[in-house]
């Protein structure tokens, strides 16, 4: 079984924090992505990263692929009010099973 | 496309009912997920198809749950007889597969089951 474990679990900061969140695994993953998901709505994709030491920002966001392809990290620069949300990492196999973290309840507060 | 339908939003039943959860994932995509999401357990892969055929199911969580695809268009899971405990939120994803950067899943709104 393929577990992915986040941490931290829970986040409050203040608007303008910057925060990191991590996503790990003894097992080698294909693809890594990140979802972020809000109250009565489905997860929605924001990154994919598929090498090992890739690194791709999306704004004030940067992903990070770990070497062994086993780990990954999501930092947000200067946290907005807008940013709160479950944020969510998931794995895919090269066989199309894609398996997700506990995810991190990110609160930012004004 | 309208994306992922999931249909209904809402169900209330009555513990030892049959329910039966829809959904019509994005025209083209290969893959089909059901997962199920609750605040103690995160979101939990129940079973997957490939192109309509099963390809684990090792998530379902008793032969009270089944899951079927009979078109390219179509799935549905059921659950019977329904209990307390499988009150959750159900979401249905689908994936355009062929390859490590197309595993990413696209998700509908799901259904929040609420068994009493």
């Known amino acids: 079984t393929q577990l992915l474990e986040q941490s931290p679990q829970f986040l409050s900061i203040q608007e303008g924090e910057n925060l990191t969140v991590y996503c790990n695994s003894s097992s080698v993953f294909s693809s890594l992505q990140w979802y972020r998901q809000e109250p009565g709505e489905g997860p929605v994709l924001l990154v994919t990263?598929?090498?090992?030491?890739e690194v791709k920002k999306l704004k004030r966001l940067t992903f990070q692929f770990g070497d062994a392809r086993k780990d990954s990290s999501l930092h947000i620069t200067a946290a907005q009010t807008g940013d709160t949300g479950l944020y969510l990492c998931?794995?895919?196999?090269?066989?199309?099973?894609?398996?997700f973290g506990q995810g991190t309840i990110l609160t930012v507060h004004p | 496309d309208a994306g992922v339908i999931q249909s209904p939003r809402h169900e209330v039943t009555e513990m030892g009912q049959e329910v039966t959860l829809r959904c019509k994932p994005i025209s083209g995509h290969d893959y089909l997920f059901w997962y199920r999401q609750t605040m103690m357990r995160g979101l939990e892969l129940l079973i997957y198809?490939?192109?309509?055929?099963?390809?684990?199911d090792s998530g379902m969580p008793e032969d009270r749950f089944s899951a079927k695809m009979p078109n390219a268009s179509f799935s549905t899971l059921k659950i019977q007889p329904s209990e307390p405990r499988d009150s959750a939120v159900y979401f249905c994803?689908?994936?355009?597969?062929?390859?490590?950067?197309?595993?990413?899943?696209?998700f509908g709104q799901g259904t929040r089951l609420t068994v009493v």
């Open positions: 990263v598929v090498t090992g030491g």
């Open positions: 998931a794995g895919g196999t090269s066989y199309g099973k894609l398996t």
């Open positions: 994803a689908s994936s355009p597969g062929g390859g490590r950067s197309k595993t990413e899943a696209f």
């Open positions: 198809f490939n192109n309509n055929v099963p390809i684990d």
